[in-house]
């Protein structure tokens, strides 16, 4: 990066650091550092839910998806508004009536302490784990520029934000997501923006629109039924309907951000508007990856994204290297050649460049078959797709404000990750009494989950597309979860025992489908859900025991 660079990037992010010790300071007792004294207005609710879903992985990760696979991820949110209702009108305000520093504290009083620390523990060790997938996404920006080792990379990015996480609590969370996402979508937009102006020969936005789509990138829409397809209408509005009204409904990293509203009204407002928003948001995102594929379409690209990668394999076998590379020379001259048919609108010629097209597609299969074959572990470079356009397309100043920008995405995940883990440890594990004590006690839960959190992000270097790789985390354990939940609204009669077995049943049912591949990953929500809720009825059926 240049010196103009290096002085945005690192203003930005010291500035951000700031403001979250300045706005986080004051806390004196467990409701203001673990729920802001349930003081914030709907804008902060929406910023800062919006914030926490889209992290680093979202800006970093989806380009690179929709570059590889097409912009049918975007059917993943369609389930998402109508669950932003159901949760508006359900959980909201059960979760007000019994004044709830956490999601699960509802779950002791309609069944027992036992089925509130088994969903919490659940909550735990899926947002832990995720939540060290989030910090590998920033890492991989600084290891890139300061050309670090990726581990000790992972320790330096979870240990900053650790600043202000500790100190502010909810506020500090709260007030700097709100910044940070201003500051994320003009800055994406602009980027955006330097894509379409950067094509050349004066290829205008509809022409990369024809490419993208003769490339099958345009797929946003895809009806065909099929329980393995991880992405079509059938999933997202069924499985994506489960995932959100469980994450948004059951996941403490979300129910924190809503509960600190001021009211009921603001905090409906808050999620109301981000079901309206996050689907055309995510279709923007994604946009950008599948205009790429029209941009390296006429211009030379690498065969593998990850530079430093690619010099690392051709140190260790130069041969094989080099003929990959000249295959890859002959193959993307092709590419463009068949594009500028395309372009020019001849016979026949978007058949002759997708085949080519799909040529690439496998070249690059080939190349990181290579990268695995020499002992590298980071043998997928989707998420370095949309790094590399930034460090060599745009202009000075804007490299260092794009890269500080995706860093703070996952800032704005992160923290609300630690500071959710902590809050469901303390509260639901450890008890609270609402004095200071309970605030040094928050904090060093904070710590150790910032540590766990760090130790996990060391195994996130072996995942390829991290977008996709949360989300499967996620979905593993998201469905009994809302099950529980929902035998809680539902069964009347089923009892602790009755949803705590339900519980474990269907997690090992879950855990055995993902295993054995019998659905794609989003199907997983709505099995292990339906499991929970079937085990209850039938087994409150036969029972005796009065339901509590």
Request: net charge positive; with cysteine; hydrophobic share 50%.
């Amino acid at each position: 990066m240049s010196t103009l660079d290096w002085g945005v990037f690192l203003a930005t992010l010291l500035g951000v650091v700031l403001y979250g010790l300045w706005r986080g300071r004051g806390n004196t007792s467990a409701d203001d550092y673990l729920r802001a004294g349930r003081s914030l207005p709907w804008y902060s609710v929406l910023l800062g839910v919006m914030a926490t879903q889209a992290s680093a992985i979202t800006f970093l990760s989806a380009p690179g998806q929709a570059f590889t696979d097409g912009m049918r991820f975007v059917q993943y949110y369609f389930g998402l508004p109508l669950a932003m209702i159901v949760i508006s009108v359900v959980f909201i305000p059960m979760f007000r009536t019994v004044n709830a520093y956490t999601a699960y504290e509802f779950l002791e009083q309609r069944f027992d302490r036992r089925t509130r620390m088994t969903t919490s523990i659940l909550f735990l060790l899926s947002r832990g784990l995720s939540t060290g997938i989030s910090i590998y996404a920033p890492s991989i920006i600084v290891a890139t520029l300061l050309d670090w080792n990726i581990y000790a990379t992972n320790i330096v990015v979870g240990g900053l934000l650790l600043l202000y996480t500790l100190s502010g609590g909810a506020r500090s969370v709260a007030h700097t997501q709100t910044l940070m996402f201003g500051i994320i979508l003009t800055s994406m937009a602009v980027a955006g923006v330097f894509l379409v102006q950067g094509f050349p020969n004066s290829m205008t936005l509809a022409d990369a629109l024809r490419l993208s789509d003769a490339a099958g990138k345009l797929n946003i829409i895809t009806t065909r039924f099929d329980l393995h397809d991880k992405y079509n209408i059938w999933s997202g509005l069924i499985g994506g309907f489960f995932l959100a009204l469980s994450y948004f409904g059951t996941d403490q990293s979300q129910v924190g951000r809503f509960i600190t509203g001021k009211n009921i009204r603001e905090s409906r407002i808050g999620l109301l508007v981000n079901g309206i928003v996050k689907i055309p948001m995510q279709l923007g995102i994604l946009l950008i990856g599948a205009l790429l594929v029209a941009l390296y379409s006429v211009m030379p690209s690498p065969i593998f994204f990850n530079e430093a990668v690619a010099q690392r394999v051709d140190r260790i076998d130069s041969s094989q290297a080099s003929l990959l590379h000249q295959k890859w020379d002959a193959v993307n001259a092709e590419l463009r050649r068949t594009a500028a048919n395309v372009l020019d609108g001849k016979p026949g010629a978007k058949i002759a460049y997708r085949q080519t097209f799909d040529s690439t597609t496998r070249l690059r299969s080939e190349y990181r078959t290579f990268v695995r074959s020499t002992g590298v572990l980071e043998s997928n470079d989707t998420n370095y797709i949309f790094l590399h356009f930034v460090r060599t397309m745009l202009p000075a100043g804007l490299v260092g404000l794009i890269f500080a920008v995706v860093i703070m995405a996952s800032w704005g995940s992160i923290s609300a990750g630690f500071h959710s883990l902590a809050t469901a440890s303390v509260v639901d594990l450890r008890g609270i009494t609402n004095t200071a004590a309970d605030v040094t006690a928050a904090r060093w839960h904070t710590f150790l989950w910032a540590v766990f959190g760090v130790a996990m992000s060391m195994l996130a270097t072996q995942m390829g597309s991290l977008i996709e790789a949360v989300n499967i985390l996620g979905s593993l354990f998201y469905g009994p979860i809302l099950g529980i939940f929902l035998v809680a609204f539902l069964v009347k009669k089923a009892n602790g025992t009755d949803v705590f077995r339900g519980a474990i049943a269907a997690e090992l049912i879950v855990v055995a489908c993902w295993a054995l591949n019998v659905v794609s990953f989003l199907w997983l929500n709505v099995v292990g859900a339906v499991a929970v809720v079937l085990y209850a009825l039938m087994s409150s059926t036969y029972h005796r025991e009065p339901a509590r």
